[in-house]
């Protein structure tokens, strides 16, 4: 691994361990946490439609935009479950990341932005 991938996949795992912190300091249950976190790779389930719909279901759920969204509402809005299950997908999206797992290509689920799973996880393409 090329010290640069290496760089990318600690700056990840530091946003999942700031996700988690922040979540903690929410003060709701741990049980939700463990309910949730791998609740955004149910949308795998689309690439039982074919690999464009999958892919696309995947990386709606596995981009930031959602729950950085979210978590600005619930601390705007004072709801700490809200910005809860934002932290939780921002932990899921981020610790992805940092294991090498990208946004879907609509080639296949093995192909990512990050390289093909399985034979250039550890690469990241720049």
Do not use: C
Request: proline content about 4%.
């Amino acid at each position: 691994m090329r010290p640069v991938d290496l760089m990318v996949r600690l700056e990840w795992a530091a946003v999942a361990v700031v996700a988690i912190v922040f979540y903690k300091m929410t003060g709701v249950s741990w049980w939700l946490f463990a309910l949730l976190i791998l609740a955004p790779d149910l949308s795998m389930l689309g690439y039982l439609a074919g690999p464009r719909v999958g892919a696309f279901a995947y990386n709606a759920l596995h981009i930031l935009i959602a729950p950085l969204v979210l978590a600005l509402a619930g601390v705007l809005l004072a709801g700490p479950i809200t910005t809860a299950v934002a932290l939780i997908w921002i932990a899921h999206i981020a610790i992805d990341r940092a294991l090498g797992y990208g946004l879907k290509l609509s080639t296949g689920f093995q192909d990512t932005h990050l390289g093909r799973i399985g034979r250039d996880r550890g690469r990241i393409s720049s």
